[in-house]
């Protein structure tokens, strides 16, 4: 049965950006281009593929951001990353999804590098790393690495960014009561520890004008103290009047992974916002309830477990949600959308949400992240003993 008609498979918007269906691929990291420094034949085979697979949007792995020439009064080599999203060759990224003969659209998620400073002193609950906290004239120089990296983007053709400011990225780590203990402007209240965002933007802007930039958030971060369903309007709310183009609902600190199974809901293995065992209807879609308690005016995209197109169809008639992400299940089949609409097979996705992806991510950094379960049973086994086995051997 064809789909055509289905609301999911009409026009979306983001800001001046018309995408041609309300699917998008959600940020998934491509390791390989960061392990050689530059874009790679795989991953723009893997852009070219997902782009004729029918998605409407992609969003790009994320891209750190960090400039080792922008430091400004900061002490020696605090930016222990360096810039990514100069890459070489970052260009063709976009060009290979525009000249594909689809109308899919790029988006290049742009996050954080390597810091030995936090927005507040922390010890990493998993290695016992400690950090210091971030000085102003530090953030200033993070706000003018974000600024420059927005800029790099757009000329390189892509058609907006996203912030990555969930999961215990940086930004994250400002929006979060758990993780942000300033007692300075970008701690406290929730318009300080938006400030971050709100500075890269209204910068961006002057330079960039209305390239389309997104921001992913936590709508929780699974951690006593840190978002949660009561708190987070208001931040999506505050994030919205900074002005940015569309929310990613998203969810899950990694520092939660300390917690129990019992206590998540969930059963701790990397990463928490990729929850496995979700084959119940009503364990798919896990970030829903959030979003439907925001009234936002731009565009709200829904990732996390969306796995039954006609179930994701009766979500975008619900009318809170503009457009649904997806990650592991295009991993699995970068043509999904194409079959959906076709009416080919299963009204699911072949994906299990097993995470088998994770460990190959992990393993295999030279390589474009794939379908572990899919492709190699045995491998498969040895990633599901690696998962289960992580929290217990990063904590001991
Ligand atoms: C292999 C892999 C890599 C990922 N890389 C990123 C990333 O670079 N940035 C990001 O914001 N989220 C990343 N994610 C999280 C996904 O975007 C998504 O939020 C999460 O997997 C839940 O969606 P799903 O159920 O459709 O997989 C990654 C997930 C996976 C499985």
Redesign the pocket.
């Known amino acids: 049965m064809m789909r055509s008609s289905y609301e999911i498979f009409s026009e979306g918007r983001i800001a001046e950006l018309t995408l041609p269906n309300r699917l998008v691929r ?5 390791p390989s281009i960061l392990k050689s420094r530059k874009m790679t034949k795989e991953v723009l085979h893997l852009y070219k593929e997902l782009a004729l697979g029918g998605v409407g949007l992609i ?4 891209f750190p951001a960090f400039n080792q020439q922008n430091r400004k009064a900061v002490s020696d080599r605090w930016l222990l990353g360096f810039d990514e999203t100069r890459v070489e060759g970052v260009e063709e990224m976009a060009n290979i999804v525009h000249s594909s003969r689809s109308e899919c659209a790029v988006i290049a ?1 742009v ?1 954080n590098g390597s810091l030995d400073a936090m927005p507040s002193e922390t010890t990493s609950p998993f290695s016992s790393k400690k950090f210091r906290e971030l000085s102003v004239d530090e953030i200033d120089d993070i706000v003018l690495c974000y600024v420059e990296a927005i800029e790099h983007m757009k000329r390189a053709g892509f058609d907006g960014v ?1 912030l ?1 400011a ?2 215990g ?1 940086l930004l994250s780590r400002f929006l979060s009561p758990y993780t942000n203990h300033r007692a300075d402007a970008y701690g406290g209240s929730i318009s300080n520890r938006t400030r971050i965002i709100h500075d890269i933007v209204s910068k961006a802007r002057r330079s960039v004008g209305k390239f389309p930039i997104l921001v ?1 958030v936590n709508c929780t971060d699974y951690l006593e103290g840190g978002i949660e369903l009561e708190s987070f309007p208001d931040l999506a709310r505050e994030i919205e009047r900074i002005g940015v183009d569309a929310l ?1 609902v ?1 969810g899950g600190m990694w520092d939660c992974l300390r917690r129990s199974e019992q206590e998540l809901g969930f059963r701790p293995v990397p ?1 928490p ?3 496995t065992r ?1 084959g119940d209807p009503e364990k798919q879609s896990y970030f829903l309830k959030y979003a439907e308690v925001l009234d936002a005016a731009i565009p709200l995209i829904l ?5 039954d197109i006609e179930r994701l169809e009766s979500i975008i008639n619900q009318g809170k949600v503009d457009l649904i ?7 699995r089949e970068p043509d999904l959308p194409n079959r959906w609409l076709e009416g080919r097979g299963s009204q699911t996705t072949d ?1 299990i ?1 097993c ?1 088998s ?2 460990y ?2 992990h393993h295999f950094p030279e390589r474009i ?1 794939t379908c572990v379960h899919k492709h190699d049973k045995a491998l498969h086994r040895t990633a599901q003993e690696w998962l289960s086995t992580w929290v217990d051997r990063v904590l001991h």
């Open positions: 959600s940020a998934t990291w491509d969003i790009t792995g994320g998620q996050e996203q990555h969930a999961h990225s992913k990613e998203s990463a916002e990729s929850h979700i990732v996390g477990g969306n796995r992400a997806l990650s592991r299940p295009l991993i994906c949400s995470n992806c994770i190959s991510m992240v």
